[in-house]
Nanobody
């Protein structure tokens, strides 16, 4: 079993920044790929960014150049630095980890960007 706990969401004005954190209950090296997803009301959950064990990153086109995903293996934590936030970034953000061919999810953290 893997537990993922997100933190760092909140309310921010457009153009502002937030940093989300996702703490894993196991050694991060054991998890092949970690990702951040988001889901806005009435929309499907979408991949925002991912990072592999070897630190290869991937971003949705809508966040490229504004968001940065990183991992601190010593702290078993993955981060999502979000800059230049837009109202359309408003969503519940979820952390996910792929471990032994099974996807684990956190409980989510709300990000609200006001215009």
């Amino acid at each position: 079993q893997v537990q993922l706990v997100e933190s760092g969401g909140g309310l921010v004005q457009a153009g502002g920044s937030l940093r989300l954190s996702c703490a894993a209950s196991i050694n991060l090296f054991s998890i092949n790929t970690m990702g951040w997803y988001r889901q806005a009301p009435g929309k499907q959950r979408e991949l925002v960014a991912s990072i592999t064990r070897s630190a290869t990153t991937n971003y949705a086109d809508s966040v490229k150049g504004r968001f940065t995903i990183s991992r601190d293996n010593a702290k078993n934590t993955v981060y999502l630095q979000m800059n230049s936030l837009k109202p359309e970034d408003t969503a519940a953000y979820y952390c996910s980890g792929l471990y032994l061919s099974r996807a684990y999810w956190g409980q989510g953290t709300q990000v609200t960007v006001s215009s």
